[in-house]
């Protein structure tokens, strides 16, 4: 009986040609693929933050007890603006808009007005310090309890981690006061006067400063200087641009701006504990498959004992 032809060999030669060929072809589109990958991952914390506090009530304290005062007085002062502000530029907006672009414009800059008064009179004075504790809770309920624990007393036997936190015994800062942050606010609000795109501008330079400073509580607990923390916010920047600009609409968001303030400090804190958890080393038992290709990423920077490397192996 005649045998039929041999076709695998030539199969299998072809194969890796396709798919040599697919790689060309794909190769131009690996980098902003990856810059969109990254751009929705940290885009998306912010927004954990919000599911992840919630389903802690532990935390509710911080904010009903601090600032849900402070949450009915930006109520006051966002009536103000809306009662006494909105309906001037509204008009203003339509002369150079039409109805649909200024309605919408003419809101986000009133917001923005309320945002600036807001943050020059309460946040860098009374707000700190609680998305500073919602920061380090969140690290303690993640096992980064090391990573806090030289910065501030904590109460091991208590039953939920913020009830755990004692006075800081270093500067806690979660973000610095920035008075140039509040100028480029102001400078930065006639944006919204530009047709369509100047809204979204205004929102992502602003958002970027935000994301910045967004992960300043990390650097302080790793004991960096100035300049490593420079280097830091720099390597992040792309990624810092889009947590900060869903940041910056939901505190955009009237009388839970302070609420969204609170829950973004946790989306931080969860993006924090993520890359510990991956530039760790572990000790005490064989590193697994899965171990290592965690830790063979080259997209992201590597950090053991608060020094970084810049080689991931």
Do not use: C
């Not at 041999?6 to 199969?11: E, H």
């Not at 860098?124 to 303690?140: P, S």
């Amino acid at each position: 009986m005649p045998s039929l032809p041999d076709t695998s060999g030539g199969g299998s030669r072809s194969s890796p040609l396709l798919w040599r060929i697919l790689k060309i072809f794909l190769r131009p589109f690996r980098g902003p693929v990856d810059r969109a990958r990254r751009a929705f991952r940290a885009a998306a914390y912010p927004i954990q933050g919000i599911y992840y506090f919630l389903r802690h009530p532990e935390f509710y304290p911080v904010f009903l007890g601090r600032l849900l005062p402070l949450s009915i007085i930006s109520f006051l002062v966002y009536l103000i603006l809306f009662t006494f502000a909105f309906v001037p530029q509204l008009l203003f907006l339509m002369i150079f808009q039409g109805k649909a672009g200024a309605w919408f414009n003419a809101i986000v800059l009133v917001l923005g007005e309320g945002h600036v008064v807001i943050q020059a009179l309460f946040e860098g004075f009374f707000v700190d310090e609680a998305q500073v504790d919602i920061f380090d809770a969140t690290l303690i309920n993640h096992g980064l309890t090391d990573l806090v624990a030289p910065h501030r007393l904590l109460f091991p036997d208590a039953p939920t981690s913020v009830k755990m936190l004692g006075k800081p015994t270093t500067k806690a800062e979660f973000q610095p006061f920035s008075l140039k942050q509040i100028i480029e606010l102001i400078v930065f609000l006639p944006l919204n006067l530009i047709p369509y795109g100047g809204t979204v501008a205004f929102l992502m330079i602003t958002g970027s400063r935000y994301g910045k400073l967004s992960h300043h509580r990390w650097f302080q607990l790793r004991g960096l200087s100035k300049q490593e923390m420079k280097r830091e916010r720099s390597y992040w920047s792309w990624e810092y641009t889009w947590f900060g600009t869903v940041a910056m609409v939901l505190q955009l968001i009237p009388v839970l701006s302070f609420f969204f303030l609170l829950t973004t400090s946790a989306g931080a804190a969860l993006w924090v504990a993520e890359l510990e958890q991956r530039s760790r080393v572990r000790v005490g038992r064989p590193v697994t498959a899965s171990d290592q290709a965690t830790r063979n990423q080259p997209d992201e920077p590597v950090y053991h004992d608060g020094i970084y490397h810049d080689d991931p192996v």
